[in-house]
């Protein structure tokens, strides 16, 4: 049973950071696709990042402000969050899927587990 859990999260100022980690169980972490989503209230489920390998992808929105990593030792994917905007607001979520050439990695369905997600709000 993969499980995926999410810490990080709080209140910060605009223009401030925050540094999400996600903490993920299974034994092959390193061959896992992992991806970070952010939901606000009212809205669909929007992808932010994603990492497999030494290869990155992000959405344009959080291009140049947010960066995925992952360390393979401590099974942990992170997402470092800069210049944060009050539009930031919203549940963040990881997400994990082992890879297959078929899946549009920058659609939700297509990740199998998930994290229970973590509040980021931001204050203007």
């Known amino acids: 049973q993969v499980q995926l859990v999410e810490s990080g999260g709080g209140l910060v100022q605009a223009g401030g950071s925050l540094r999400l980690s996600c903490a993920a169980s299974?034994?092959?972490?390193?061959?896992?696709?992992m991806g970070w989503f952010r939901q606000a209230p009212g809205k669909e489920r929007e992808f932010l990042a994603g990492i497999s390998g030494s290869s990155t992808w992000y959405t344009d929105s959080v291009k140049g402000r947010f960066t995925i990593s992952k360390d393979n030792a401590k099974n942990t994917v992170y997402l470092q969050m800069n210049s944060l905007k009050p539009e930031d607001t919203a549940v963040y979520f990881c997400a994990a899927v082992f890879p297959s050439e078929r899946k549009d990695l920058r659609a939700a369905p297509s990740y199998d587990y998930w994290g229970q997600g973590t509040q980021v709000a931001v204050s203007s």
């Open positions: 299974m034994r092959t972490f390193s061959l896992y696709v």
